[in-house]
């Protein structure tokens, strides 16, 4: 069993920042990737930036320059640093697990950003 717990979310103004933090705990043996993902009403679930367990990241290009994922393997728990946000970042952000052949999403936390 593996529980992801997201915090940081909150309401914010244009060019302002936030912080998001996924914490796993439970059954993880080995990690094999961590990652953000977002979901802004109407719109599908999409990528906003992944981590491997060796620090190899991944970002959607929208969001490279403003965002950065970063890990910390000692607490299972991954970041999210949001700089310069703007009004089409409002999502619910998700943060996803994967463990071997096994893949966990936790409960979401609420982005939004004012103009």
């Known amino acids: 069993q593996v529980q992801l717990v997201e915090s940081g979310g909150g309401l914010v103004q244009t060019g302002e920042s936030l912080r998001l933090s996924c914490a796993a705990s439970g059954s993880i043996f080995s990690i094999n990737y961590m990652g953000w993902y977002r979901q802004a009403p109407g719109k599908e679930r999409e990528l906003v930036a992944g981590?491997?367990?060796?620090?190899?990241?991944n970002y959607v290009d929208s969001m490279k320059g403003r965002f950065t994922i970063s890990r910390d393997n000692a607490k299972n728990t991954v970041y999210l640093q949001m700089n310069s946000l703007k009004p089409e970042d409002t999502a619910v952000y998700y943060c996803?697990?994967?463990?071997?052949?096994?893949?966990?999403w936790g409960q979401g936390t609420r982005v939004t950003v004012s103009s």
């Open positions: 981590i491997t367990s060796g620090g190899i990241t």
């Open positions: 996803r697990l994967v463990v071997g052949m096994h893949n966990y």
